[in-house]
């Protein structure tokens, strides 16, 4: 089958098939450590740049205390050197323990011989009455391909195809407060270590030839391979550290957050601030709905707004 016609309606259905045939949960069920894992989601991203995200995922319980989730979908990325619209797939594993959980993570994007990009992820979190606190890990093997313009040796210009791979992973720390019964306080911090290198991909086209040194002009080559500012595309972005701050307060059917994310990306453009609000609003005891609303900047790019919906139906 050819990954780039997956859709992620395709999920959706094999949620729909899932639901029909389970029968209902009895009250041990209900009252299981995993119970809430029973669902399936769909979500949709874009910006006002036609950066633009499509992504489902069916989560299930094991037993009493394990969950499993598939998802899938399709990214498209507009830059100029670079644009690709890789589709993914993504799955996960977890286990609820008393006061602690733990959960392994893996994806794969890929379109074509352009892009891919492969990652796996793994979080530990205590949790208390009041507070959790949590570890993050991360890793990463990517290969993308693209095209640079650059000044030739005599005056001119010329179009030098490349190909940068990136390697390594990431550390962190997160945590959250409770602050009454309705509002909570969440931060985490992520430090990446990632080893880029970028090598010219065939013979170049234009006058002349290239100047010496160009391949090792590191900043010319991350920029014209390195994902623009948009939380759409954040997951392909070759950070090197992370923070995120936000508050939650929960009102009877409705929890709204306010979150701010600092990305400093390898090279250009340097450090990329997000603000956005999101809104979860329980529709009935199986409906969820959560739209958001927020902007991505930086130095290098400037600004761009983005919004987000996603629906979720549990049984």
Not at 106 to 133: E, P
């Amino acid at each position: 089958m050819n990954i780039r016609i997956l859709r992620p309606l395709s999920l959706i259905a094999l949620g729909a098939v899932a639901a029909a045939t389970a029968s209902t949960a009895d009250a041990q069920d209900a009252a299981a450590p995993n119970a809430g894992m029973r669902f399936i989601s769909a979500s949709a991203q874009a910006d006002a740049k036609h950066n633009r995200a499509l992504q489902s995922t069916l989560s299930l319980p094991i037993g009493e205390r394990w969950w499993v989730q598939l998802g899938g979908g399709q990214t498209r990325s507009e830059q100029d050197a670079a644009s690709h619209r890789p589709a993914f797939f993504n799955g996960g594993m977890g286990y609820i323990g008393a006061g602690w959980q733990a959960a392994l993570n893996a994806s794969h994007r890929s379109d074509g011989q352009a892009f891919r990009q492969s990652d796996g992820s793994t979080t530990l979190d205590w949790q208390g009455d009041l507070f959790n606190i949590g570890l993050d890990g991360s890793v990463r093997d990517a290969r993308q391909q693209g095209t640079i313009s650059a000044p030739d040796g005599q005056g001119g210009t010329a179009t030098v195809p490349v190909v940068q791979t990136v390697k390594g992973g990431g550390l962190g720390l997160h945590g959250g407060v409770k602050l009454g019964a309705n509002a909570n306080l969440y931060a985490g911090f992520t430090r990446y270590h990632y080893q880029v290198v970028t090598l010219q991909n065939g013979p170049s086209n234009g006058s002349g030839g290239i100047i010496s040194g160009l391949l090792g002009n590191r900043t010319l080559l991350a920029r014209a391979l390195s994902t623009r500012e948009s939380a759409v595309n954040r997951d392909e972005a070759a950070l090197s550290r992370s923070v995120q701050v936000g508050a939650t307060y929960r009102f009877e059917s409705v929890a709204l957050t306010a979150e701010y994310t600092g990305d400093h990306v390898l090279d250009t453009p340097g450090t990329v601030h997000t603000a956005q609000l999101k809104a979860a609003i329980t529709l009935s005891p199986r409906w969820t709905v959560a739209p958001a609303l927020g902007r991505t900047r930086s130095e290098s790019y400037g600004g761009v707004n983005f919004g987000a919906l996603s629906a979720n139906y549990a049984w």
